[in-house]
């Protein structure tokens, strides 16, 4: 791992992006911090300190206290439709674009769930742990994108069955990945050349292994996180800047 200075490590995967035959991207709630939505890890305030997420965030939570679960995902869902998206999806929307113009291969491998790629512009988006905007029927499966306003009432009745519940239609701890986005994920992670990791703690499985996929298929790696995470040694680069810093900077110092 190189001990570039930031400005170096910029500067020199700025010039491996322009180049790259295949670049894949794992994102994480990192991305979205400067657009206002809570890290996963992030303290959480008001109503919701006395709960942790990876308790909330599971099937079992829904079961025993539906009301309080989807309570809580409500007032998430609302977070993220009042949020924007900010430099760090616009500036990943752009290298999307130039990657393409010059034929080559762009992969985004999200584990948020807020839909703020895709209101940037990003094209290519993998939805690991689906998505917070969209919820689904608990017995017919069948989705439903609610309102722009709070859900009407809690735990929120399914439209599409009498029985039925509705629930965010994320992946809980616990709970399988969608079979599409695993393949598709895993597929970019075999066959990029340079691998982005931004904003993750790299803790949860099994999205922290397409990074190591990457490096374990000959990916340059590159791991743009404020802090350290266990699989920073993967990397051939570490910036240690905000998301929403580095990669407009490193848009900006790509070769025209
Ligand atoms: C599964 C959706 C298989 C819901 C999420 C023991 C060992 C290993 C694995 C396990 C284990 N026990 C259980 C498991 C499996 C478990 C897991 O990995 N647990 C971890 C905690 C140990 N995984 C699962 O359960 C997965 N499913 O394995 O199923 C199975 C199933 C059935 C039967 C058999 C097998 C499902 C995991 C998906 C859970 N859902 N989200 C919701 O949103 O509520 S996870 C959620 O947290 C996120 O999606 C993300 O994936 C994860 C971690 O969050 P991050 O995105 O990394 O954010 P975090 O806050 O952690 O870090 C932010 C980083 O950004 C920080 O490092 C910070 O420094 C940096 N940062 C902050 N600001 C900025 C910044 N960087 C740059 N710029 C900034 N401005």
Redesign the pocket.
């Known amino acids: 791992m190189s001990h570039a200075t930031t400005d170096e490590s910029v500067r020199a995967l700025a010039g491996a992006l322009a180049r790259a035959r295949h670049i894949a991207v794992l994102t994480?709630?990192?991305v979205s911090?400067?657009s206002g939505i809570r890290?996963?890890?992030?303290t959480m305030e008001g109503l919701w300190k006395e709960f942790d997420?990876?308790t909330l965030?599971t099937p079992r939570a829904f079961a025993r206290d539906p009301g309080t679960v989807s309570r809580w995902y409500d007032h998430r869902r609302l977070g993220c439709l009042a949020a924007e998206p900010n430099a760090a999806h616009n500036a990943l929307a752009e290298l999307e674009r130039r990657t393409l113009a010059r034929a080559g291969r762009f992969t985004l491998i999200t584990?948020?769930?807020d839909r703020l790629h895709q209101r940037a512009g990003s094209r290519s988006v993998v939805e690991l742990?689906g998505s917070?905007i969209e919820w689904r029927c608990t017995i017919t499966g069948r989705r439903t994108t609610p309102p722009a306003k709070p859900l009407p009432a809690f735990p929120p009745p399914s439209p599409f069955h009498p029985e039925g519940l509705l629930r965010p239609d994320?992946?809980?701890?616990?709970?399988?990945?969608p079979e599409s986005a695993v393949e598709a994920a895993d597929e970019a992670a075999r066959a990029c050349d340079l691998f982005l990791s931004i904003?993750?703690?790299s803790?949860?499985?099994?999205?922290a292994g397409f990074i190591e996929l990457a490096h374990a298929h000959g990916a340059r790696v590159a791991e743009?996180?404020?802090?350290a995470?266990p699989l920073s040694s993967r990397a051939a680069w570490t910036i240690r800047e905000?998301?929403?810093v580095a990669l407009p900077g490193i848009v900006a110092a790509m070769p025209a």
């Open positions: 994480g709630a990192g911090a400067e890290t996963f890890r992030d997420p990876a965030a584990q948020n769930v742990h917070i994320v992946v809980w701890f616990g709970e399988m990945l904003g993750t703690s803790v949860v499985y099994p999205a743009i996180n404020l802090d995470t905000k998301a929403g």
